[in-house]
Structures are given as C-alpha cells and as structure tokens.
C-alpha cells in the first residue's frame, strides 16, 4: 500500500487530488482512447478512481496533466502499486493495457506465441483503426465536411473500408479477434468500431452492413456489463 505523501509526489494530483491513494488513478474522458482502460479496469476489478479530463478546460494542456502524460493525450495512469510495490505512471493507452493485462494475469494470453499475436493486433489497432477512423471523423462530421474538396474525406473512407475487411475476415468464425478468448485486442479495437458507426455517424458512409462479422461481435461487446460501465468513465461533468 502506498500512502498518499507517496502519492503526492506526483504534481498531478495537486489538480486531481486523490481520495484513495491506494487504488489506481486513472485520468481520461470517454472518448474511444480512453474508455479502453476503463473498460479494462472494470473487466479485471481492479479499484481504480477515475478522474475527467476536461477538453472544454483544456486540462490535457495544463502543466499536471503533462507531467504524467507529455504527449497531452488521454488516458493515463497512476497505479500506486505498481512493480516492486511503488508508483508507476503511464500514458498511451496501448501500453496501459499492457501493463494491466501482465498485472493481473487477464485478457492477454500466457504463452509467448499467443501474446505476441494479441499485441500485434493491438498494434493494428493503434496503428490503423484509431488513427484512421479518426480522420475519416474529422472530415466526415467535423471541420473537414465544410471542404468542397471530398477528396480527403474519400481517401479515409476507403482506407476506413479496407481496415474494416481486414477486421472482418480475421473474426469471420471467431467469437473474437484472438478466437474463443476474450483480450486486449477487442478492448482495444471494438470502442473505436462503435464510435465510427455510432458518435462520428459514418455507419453509412462506410458501408457497414457490409461488414457482418464486425457488426455481429461489436453486439456482442456492447452487451458486456463491464464494456456498459466502462464506456462513461469518467462521467463528464
């Protein structure tokens, strides 16, 4: 157990003060980043206390939010308990799922070839799928659909389509990405399928019935009580 002197360390808890030091600190909005960890969080039970970083306030940009997560960008966390028993700070949301996955032994498979097929579909994820799907927002729903020029907007719409058939033969007679297991894959992967079809509202743009197999599994994942409770943590004011 760390004590909140220890905890106290760490200038972002000067803005985000910690009400229980002894339990995992996790800074991050429910965007598709960042509900990853707070989905994890809930599916393994560890405690944790959430706190909303605000984008209306510019948060990510204050000088406590950089300290623990330099490249202003959600999620991050502090896990007082971290490896020998002290305090690990972390950002990128690929990397936290790592570590809490190793940590309580969950959602990443044990044997050296399945966990390096795990975390290269995490890989996809963070590489692709985030990046992508969040560029076709922008110009589908965001500042770019004022462009007269579609040409952009078309560019990720097709590289959107394609990630989508990767997505979809790989689950094609899987329950998930790694087959009958669950993992850090589809906790990564399945929040940003729901966001494209859901919040940035380019279900159609992009075709996605012609997707089956991702349709079929993002219901599956949606009907998860811990996916439920992950995806509005932390609540926005």
Do not use: C
């Not at 859901?198 to 019935?209: R, T």
Request: charged share 20%.
């Amino acid at each position: 157990m760390t004590d909140r002197s220890t905890l106290s360390t760490f200038p972002i808890t000067h803005k985000w003060p910690a009400l229980h030091p002894d339990r995992l600190q996790l800074y991050s909005l429910p965007t598709p980043n960042g509900v990853k960890v707070s989905i994890m969080l809930e599916e393994t039970g560890l405690p944790y206390e959430p706190h909303l970083v605000s984008f209306e306030t510019q948060d990510q940009m204050s000088p406590e939010f950089l300290s623990l997560s330099p490249n202003n960008k959600i999620p991050a966390i502090l896990d007082p308990n971290g490896p020998d028993g002290q305090p690990l700070a972390l950002f990128e949301s690929g990397a936290i799922l790592i570590y809490l996955a190793e940590k309580t032994g969950l959602f990443l498979p044990q044997d050296a070839a399945g966990r390096y097929e795990t975390i290269q579909w995490l890989m996809f994820q963070m590489g692709g799928i985030g990046p992508m799907f969040g560029q076709l927002g922008f110009f589908s729903k965001f500042a770019g659909k004022d462009y007269e020029d579609k040409r952009p907007r078309d560019r990720y719409v097709a590289e959107a389509r394609r990630l989508l058939g990767v997505l979809d033969r790989r689950l094609d007679g899987r329950d998930w990405i790694m087959g009958s297991d669950y993992t850090i894959a589809d906790i990564a992967t399945l929040p940003w399928v729901r966001n494209l079809i859901g919040f940035y509202e380019a279900g159609e743009l992009v075709g996605i019935d012609d997707f089956a197999q991702v349709k079929r599994v993002l219901a599956a994942f949606v009907a998860r009580p811990a996916v439920v409770k992950g995806l509005a943590i932390p609540p926005r004011s």
